[in-house]
């Protein structure tokens, strides 16, 4: 736990995010902040605190893709959309910003999701007002509903 | 084999592009016409004909991921960059155009080469030249030097 770490924050007092998805090594929760024109983006985290993707443990391998996947098609079905676009960034020079290993998975209808989708802070530019925490409490609702753990 | 399918066309005939790293399972190229201000995008591809990722047999997740992360930091080495932006989009509503699973892996410096890792058609409006084989074959050359498997 690193204190000044917003994700080591939201792992330890998880009542402030909407969690969709957790179990021993992940937690998956909305951004309470931004959205596509669908609906929240989501962020599939480790509970280890890993500062990118190239330095997650290769035993979590198998079960990030996987946590991925199921994240993905339960949006697919929660927001009624195709397309889906899954990105993460290493380092400040390709865009990260919280230096916690961070998947963001975004449902996509249009370019402007996708740009959205590659530059979440497009979003803070377009869309002034936040999203309630209602708002974002009915979206997490609607995709937790649709995960299917085989 | 789909041949109609860029990506089948690629691994049947591998002399016209540049692989950086194959095994069983997975092939790494990099794209011949586009690049970031560092060098040429690199594609991870199974080498099974895939959808998209959403669709990839769960026994590849895990090589999937480890074959990302060590293409990843042979980039990082080869052109001396910490930035790296990883992405993939599922279907043509997020921007997918070959509809066979590849994975992105872009080297980043700037917000300009942010831009391109995210929407790789900006690269042919601003960069007009196609790349060279010759240059495209260096490039991969210095990623191949510099992919280390454990």
């Known amino acids: 736990m690193n204190k000044n770490c917003r994700f080591c924050q939201i792992i330890e007092n998880r009542n402030n995010?909407?969690?969709?998805?957790e179990n021993d090594n992940f937690i998956v929760i909305t951004d309470k902040y931004r959205k596509t024109s669908v609906g929240s983006i989501c962020?599939?985290?480790?509970?280890k605190h890993v500062k990118n993707i190239l330095e997650l443990p290769q035993n979590l391998n198998a079960e990030l893709l996987e946590i991925i996947k199921l994240?993905?098609?339960?949006?697919?079905r929660a927001y009624n959309v195709k397309g889906i676009r899954i990105w993460t960034a290493v380092n400040k020079e390709a865009g990260q910003s919280i230096f916690y290993t961070h998947?963001?998975?975004?449902a996509c209808k249009s370019?402007?999701?996708?740009?959205?989708?590659?530059?979440?802070?497009?979003?803070?530019?377009?869309?002034?007002k936040k999203m309630s925490s209602e708002k974002n409490f009915k979206l997490a609702e609607k995709i937790r509903k649709e995960i299917i753990v085989k």
Chains 1, 2 share one sequence.
């Open 43 to 47: 962020l599939v985290i480790p509970k």
């Open 103 to 106: 998947i963001h998975i975004l």
């Open 17 to 21: 995010e909407e969690i969709i998805f």
């Open 71 to 76: 994240t993905s098609k339960a949006m697919q």
């Open 111 to 128: 370019i402007f999701d996708r740009l959205i989708a590659s530059f979440p802070g497009v979003y803070d530019l377009f869309v002034l």
